[in-house]
């Protein structure tokens, strides 16, 4: 069965060490969780969350980190989970639709902080976590994407997988039963895409909180169905039209999928990344925006049906609008988090363009997806000139990576103005050589 794999390959992890690349890419993984976190602490949900789990906080080891208190582990992983997906800046792995940060770094981070392990442990249960899911990711898409969320689903499994790694190393039944039981609770609905709801952000706290309550039930004894992935009524003949499982385990252990993430350079759905991309190259040829008769972006068809909205009103509807982001990164150079404040939303500017902005689902990139990425803005302009650049890729993806010093960059942007500048610093220099330290050691409670 698929899972006495995946405990295979585990039991090996446990057993050696991370190679040099593989442990600093899971070191540029958690550095970009934490990029993603802190920003999300003061808006929705994460100001919600805290209010409803008051009488929970300051009563474990598990951290939340820049809000100065400690949770169980379970209720840390579901806090931090939902906070690190709300302003979309989390991380992507591209051929799952999926963005395994926000639910195996938040139940990895609170299972191992409240078992004292150290920076070493957390590195090797976060790769576990990423390679497990990733491939179960992989192997449902893309008919799975269709109606649920990746992060939701299939974040279960990198949860429990870290969760784990970390309660019972090197044990394979302890990660076989917490991946059997977090699969029966893997959910997350398309539809919240489709509101201002909050409830897509809580997809990967759910999906974090699943995995560490299997995770440490299974190493309580708690048994589940081990063949729940491939069974005639399992998670991938209810989930998926034709689940191809041959992708779960290929180069399981040889080739690591955390070293090709994508890490985003924008704060929006990565459905719109490529073309934003292209607008920007745009940008730099020296466009004149008043001189714009019409737009065309051409990209795949999903990107269309999750950001094809012409009349986004809130900051997590624009994030979600096509038209908007590449607007807005035409006329301001960058689609970061001041994209979405209320001035930029009501700029008559960008509501202009984006009037004149048609979208067309291309075949051939359809046909690509989910491997590839990419996207066409043709500009027409009033003299008939017509430009167009093409993105074969986003920015951030393994053929374009963001470097250390662009992670760097991002962290600072992000971490400094919620925890301040000198302690992001130092945090950002302990995370690079976490593998050194106890987590004890950062402190993250006192954030």
């Known amino acids: 069965m698929i899972l006495d794999e995946f405990a295979r390959y585990a039991q090996a992890e446990a057993a050696r060490a991370l190679p040099e690349q593989v442990a600093h890419h899971a070191k540029r993984a958690l550095i970009d969780w934490f990029s993603a976190l802190f920003p999300g602490i003061p808006v929705a949900p994460g100001v919600q969350l805290m209010k409803a789990h008051a009488a929970e906080l300051g009563h474990g080891r598990s951290s939340l980190p820049g809000q100065r208190t400690t949770a169980f582990p379970a209720t840390a992983a579901w806090i931090n989970g939902s906070i690190s997906h709300a302003v979309e800046f989390d991380d992507i792995f591209r051929d799952a639709v999926y963005h395994p940060g926000c639910p195996t770094i938040s139940a990895a ?39 649920f969320h990746t992060t939701g689903t299939v974040g279960c499994f990198g949860s429990a997988a870290a969760t784990a790694a970390l309660t019972g190393p090197g044990d394979a039944d302890v990660l076989r039963h917490a991946l059997a039981t977090a699969a029966s609770f893997a959910s997350g609905l398309q539809q919240a895409f489709r509101s201002d709801a909050m409830t897509k952000a809580l997809h990967a706290g759910h999906a974090a909180w699943v995995g560490v309550t299997a995770g440490v039930g299974a190493a309580a004894g708690i048994t589940g169905a081990l063949d729940i992935l491939e069974g005639a009524a399992g998670f991938g003949a209810a989930l998926s039209d034709d689940p191809k499982w041959e992708r779960a385990t290929d180069g399981l252990g040889t080739r690591y999928n955390i070293t090709a993430i994508t890490q985003k350079n924008h704060g929006c ?118 430009v167009s650049q093409f993105a074969p ?24 103005p919620v925890i301040g500048d000198a302690p992001a610093r130092t945090l950002l220099q302990q995370l690079w050589h976490i593998d050194r330290h106890e987590l004890a050691a950062l402190r993250l409670q006192a954030l």
Do not use: W
């Open 109 to 147: 981070l609170a299972v191992a902080e409240d078992r004292g392990a150290s920076g070493a442990d957390l590195l090797k249960a976060i790769t576990v976590g990423y390679e497990i899911s990733t491939r179960i990711g992989a192997a449902v898409q893309p008919s799975h994407y269709k109606f």
């Open 269 to 386: 759905c990565g459905h719109t990344f490529a073309a934003i991309d292209a607008m920007l190259a745009l940008r730099e040829q020296g466009v004149d925006p008043q001189q714009i008769e019409s737009i065309q972006v051409d990209t795949y068809k999903t990107a269309l049906d999750v950001t094809g909205n012409f009349e986004p009103r809130t900051a997590f509807e624009a994030k979600f609008s096509l038209p908007y982001v590449v607007a807005h990164g035409l006329l301001y150079g960058a689609v970061r988090l001041n994209a979405f404040e209320p001035q930029r939303l009501a700029d008559p500017a960008i509501r202009a363009l984006m009037a004149r902005t048609r979208l067309n689902a291309d075949g051939e990139l359809t046909a690509k997806f989910p491997n590839v990425r990419a996207a066409r803005v043709t500009l027409t302009l009033r003299n008939g000139q017509v």
């Open 393 to 416: 890729c986003r920015k951030g993806d393994p053929e374009a990576p963001l470097t250390d010093a662009d992670l760097d960059d991002k962290f600072l942007e992000l971490a400094s």
